[in-house]
């Protein structure tokens, strides 16, 4: 019986270290276990609050720059914008007393989002109305580069009669812009 009894002690004090040890890496794993979830749920928030943050930093740049983004898109033409754009100078004209009308239009793209558009205007009224028609064209906000102005004086006999009744000026001025916007979006 010796030996049973020492095979029981053996297996008691095998049974005292495998079963905490057991119970230890049973309950160690489960520990690991919640901790990595635990861990992912912590990123998970943080990544919420820095997203969270990103948008509301992102929102408040984009309220704070609609006046700079307004003024920035007064200098292009958007495709969707030409007749207002023609209708402007057109008005311009009259704001100065000369007859503004486009007498071609043509565009011509770089690639997929912009381009240029060209345009010709015939300008016709008294010497000073044409000039500061010339300078404001300049000062438009768009990008417009003149490439060519002719500028003819004429007799008011040689007009046409729906212009001389408009201008009864002796010598009436005629001016022949062609232009190009250089800022011209879809």
Do not use: C
């Amino acid at each position: 019986m010796n030996i049973s009894a020492h095979r029981k002690k053996y297996i008691y004090t095998a049974l005292l270290f495998v079963v905490p040890l057991a119970l230890y890496y049973i309950v160690f794993s489960d520990l690991q276990a919640v901790r990595k979830e635990a861990e992912i749920i912590e990123m998970a928030g943080a990544l919420d609050a820095d997203t969270l943050f990103f948008r509301t930093s992102l929102e408040s740049a984009l309220n704070d720059s609609l006046a700079d983004r307004s003024r920035l898109e007064a200098h292009f033409v958007r495709q969707d914008g030409v007749v207002d754009f023609i209708n402007g100078l057109e008005q311009m004209g009259t704001s100065t007393g000369v007859m503004a009308n486009i007498s071609s239009l043509g565009e011509s793209w770089k690639d997929e989002s912009g381009g240029s558009l060209s345009l010709s205007l015939h300008v016709t009224g008294d010497f000073a109305s044409v000039y500061k028609y010339l300078l404001l064209l300049e000062q438009v906000p768009q990008k417009l580069v003149l490439n060519d102005i002719q500028l003819v004086a004429t007799e008011n006999s040689a007009v046409p009669a729906s212009i001389k009744q408009a201008l009864p000026h002796t010598i009436v001025w005629v001016a022949d812009i062609r232009a190009t916007v250089i800022h011209y979006i879809k």
